[in-house]
């Protein structure tokens, strides 16, 4: 049973560049969170999916936007990249019927150079 | 803002019990209280959650005090693959897994030979 894969694993981007992270949820899931992590810090909630739309968002720039493909798989985009949106990027998917519980990915480790 | 209070680090001897504590004093009557931990470089898995009762399962135990406003995460016999940053969590639970996560600082367990 796939659980959440996301790719690329590891990216290296140059200050100002634009860039995509891609999430295809577990089987039976559909809704995509995305979140940002950065070095010795929780998670941070950047917006949630679901049924091909942003449902909730949170304290981020409209330098970050997403989108839900209707195989419920989801993109994370970032233009105009600083040096600070350096992080992991984590991806979870759940259901919105049935039993509770959120799976991630292992995430997207983006450096800005 | 996170609503969970953790104590940055904690250590414990393989083989023992590991004690997490969490305080949450401005838990609401609906909230429940969810454990996840983040193995490095790995995303955050989810271990247990509660709403006023005891809970046990396969990985851990979750005691909840009286008035709800601390808990402890017990993993009963701690290995060295438990060694990770443990995450307290409280929000609603709703039907749709809808909503985020916040997430604190967490603990960042060691497990010592």
């Known amino acids: 049973d796939a659980g959440v894969t996301q790719s690329p694993t590891h990216l290296i981007k140059t200050r100002g560049q634009q860039v995509t992270l891609r999430c295809s949820p577990k089987?039976?899931?559909?809704?995509v969170s995305w979140y940002q992590q950065a070095l010795g810090q929780g998670p941070q909630f950047i917006f949630q999916?679901?049924?091909?739309?942003?449902?909730q968002r949170g304290n981020f720039p409209d330098r970050f936007s997403g989108h839900q493909f209707p195989n419920y798989s989801s993109e994370l985009n970032v233009n105009a990249l600083l040096l600070g949106d350096s992080a992991l990027y984590l991806c979870?998917?759940?259901?919105?019927?049935?039993?509770?519980?959120?799976?991630f990915g292992s995430g997207t480790r983006l450096t800005v150079v | 803002d996170a609503k969970t209070t953790q104590p940055t680090s904690m250590d414990c001897a393989e083989g023992r019990a590991a004690n997490l504590p969490c305080n949450h004093s401005?838990?609401?009557?609906?909230?429940?209280v969810y454990w996840y931990r983040q193995i490095h470089s790995q995303g955050p898995q989810y271990i247990i959650h509660?709403?006023?009762n005891n809970e046990t399962n396969e990985m851990a135990s979750l005691i909840i005090t009286e008035d709800r406003k601390s808990s402890t995460l017990i993993l009963p016999h701690a290995t060295l693959r438990d060694t990770a940053v443990y995450y307290c969590?409280?929000?609603?639970?709703?039907?749709?897994?809808?909503?985020?996560?916040?997430f604190g600082q967490g603990t960042t367990l060691q497990v010592k030979p």
């Open positions: 999916y679901y049924e091909e739309e942003e449902r």
């Open positions: 089987s039976g899931h559909d809704t």
């Open positions: 401005t838990i609401s009557g609906n909230e429940y």
């Open positions: 509660g709403l006023k």
């Open positions: 969590i409280v929000r609603v639970e709703r039907s749709g897994n809808t909503g985020k996560l916040i």
């Open positions: 979870a998917s759940s259901s919105s019927h049935g039993s509770w519980g959120y799976t």
